[in-house]
């Protein structure tokens, strides 16, 4: 995500936080690189040329902070108006109506069906009864895919094969949802591989039959600027009301994101960063100019680790390991806790410095050794795992044919894991006499 442009603006930043004073002529030269950044991540001209005049005239007229560097001052700057043109703040959905309706527009293949499963899951999980309902009669493949989507997530799918008649479509899903308590209507409507007027006629007829709360055009992160073309075509046909930006996990430019605010003045109010369903989140512009700046996005990553382990069992691990008490049980939760959070790469780019963590580190290499470790315990009987001391040469031996690895890889795997238990159990031991000590450290200041 926004690879290319992080790098580039990694470099300029270099030049920036070197800078001894400020004035006009060395800032306008480190600006000169941020804005070949911007342009070359396909940023529209005057998106990028705009950005760079505001930084320029905060950065010339502002203050220095003794305590702050100046070139520290002025990437603080380019972080707080690159919020501003992603949006300010997360734009969250309008769902005041009785039921309320959602159309997703756009054009072929930009992820419409697939988004629709996602955001109806993301709906579920907040607590809301949502209908899926498939609106596009020229591409019964959408249908069979919204079909399996909503048997995955177990949502209902209101669909009627054969039904040319959208409109028909529509005004059947309304008394469905109203009779089923489904609160929450999604439409999957049809695309076509370019704008054209028939689709855009029948989109206008279908929002004027649902009247929707939200009209969320979808949009590939990929296609760049074309994607500003596309959002301002539909916004003067429908009047959008934000945007889901899809595939913005394999986009290593970012021109789209750091546009479409800009140029349609309409927010991006979702983003699909992955193929799985959970891979869709609420865009939070501060967020994800931090993520761009290489300064990570320690919230999401908070957030995402709150959603793969609850709180009880947090708190249970965390006495465990002060106690000593880990065990290969626990180790292999772990594991599976952290494949939830998603891949290592993005994990490692939700930390702050984790991009150029990732310069140093064979993610591939760390991935395959973490399911190798996964399949080893997996190989082991619920007795082995909660006592490994028990694990003789005979059980190794068995464990070892049984995972795909040889004794000798099993045998490290087990070493490791005994010095991190021993480190646990000194590290309870070190908690426990300074409690001690914080108890008598009252007194003893007294004397």
Avoid at 40 to 66: L, M, S, T
Avoid at 84 to 93: C, E, H, K, M, Y
Avoid at 381 to 405: C, D, F, H, W
């Amino acid at each position: 995500m926004f690879d290319s442009l992080s790098s580039k603006l990694q470099n300029a930043f270099r030049n920036l936080r070197g800078l001894g004073k400020i004035s006009e002529s060395n800032v306008a030269d480190s600006l000169r690189e941020v804005r070949m950044a911007l342009l070359e991540a396909d940023v529209n001209f005057k998106v990028a040329r705009d950005f760079i005049e505001r930084v320029k005239n905060k950065a010339v007229g502002v203050e220095v902070i003794q305590s702050v560097q100046p070139g520290q001052q002025i990437i603080k700057i380019i972080h707080d108006e690159l919020v501003d043109l992603l949006g300010s703040q997360n734009a969250s959905l309008n769902l005041s109506g009785n039921p309320s309706a959602i159309l997703m527009v756009g054009l072929h293949g930009s992820g419409k069906t697939t988004s629709s499963g996602k955001l109806g899951r993301l709906l579920q999980r907040q607590g809301r009864q949502p209908l899926l309902v498939a609106a596009d009669v020229y591409r019964p493949a959408a249908m069979d895919q919204l079909e399996t989507l909503g048997k995955q997530i177990e949502i209902p799918v209101f669909l009627k094969r054969g039904e040319t008649d959208v409109l028909k479509i529509a005004r059947e899903a309304l008394d469905f949802a109203r009779a089923q308590n489904r609160n929450v209507l999604i439409f999957d409507t049809a695309g076509r591989l370019q704008i054209d007027e028939p689709l855009v006629q029948e989109l206008v007829r279908l929002r004027d039959l649902v009247k929707p709360q939200e009209i969320l055009l979808v949009l590939d992160a990929a296609t760049g600027q074309e994607a500003v073309n596309v959002a301002t075509h539909f916004d003067q046909a429908l009047q959008i009301t934000g945007s889901v930006l899809t595939k913005l996990d394999g986009d290593a430019r970012g021109g789209a994101a750091l546009s479409l605010k800009s140029v349609t003045g309409k927010p991006i109010k979702f983003a699909g960063v992955g193929e799985k369903l959970e891979d869709f989140e609420p865009f939070h512009p501060e967020r994800m100019a931090s993520r761009i700046l290489g300064m990570g996005d320690v919230v999401s990553l908070v957030e995402k680790a709150a959603e793969a382990v609850s709180e009880e069992d947090a708190r249970k691990l965390e006495e465990k390991m002060r106690k000593g008490e880990f065990t290969l049980e626990d180790f292999l939760e772990q594991l599976r806790a952290m494949k939830k959070l998603g891949s290592l790469e993005s994990i490692l780019k939700m930390m702050p410095g984790g991009a150029e963590a990732l310069k140093q580190v064979d993610v591939g290499k760390q991935e395959k050794e973490f399911k190798r470790m996964e399949g080893m315990v997996c190989a082991m009987t619920l007795k082995e795992r909660r006592t490994p001391q028990i694990l003789n040469a005979g059980r190794r031996r068995r464990i070892a044919a049984g995972s795909g690895v040889t004794v000798t890889e099993l045998n490290t795997m087990l070493n490791k894991f005994f010095q991190m238990q021993q480190m646990m159990k000194k590290m309870g031991k070190f908690q426990k006499m300074m409690t001690r000590m914080g108890g008598g450290l009252p007194g003893m200041l007294k004397r």
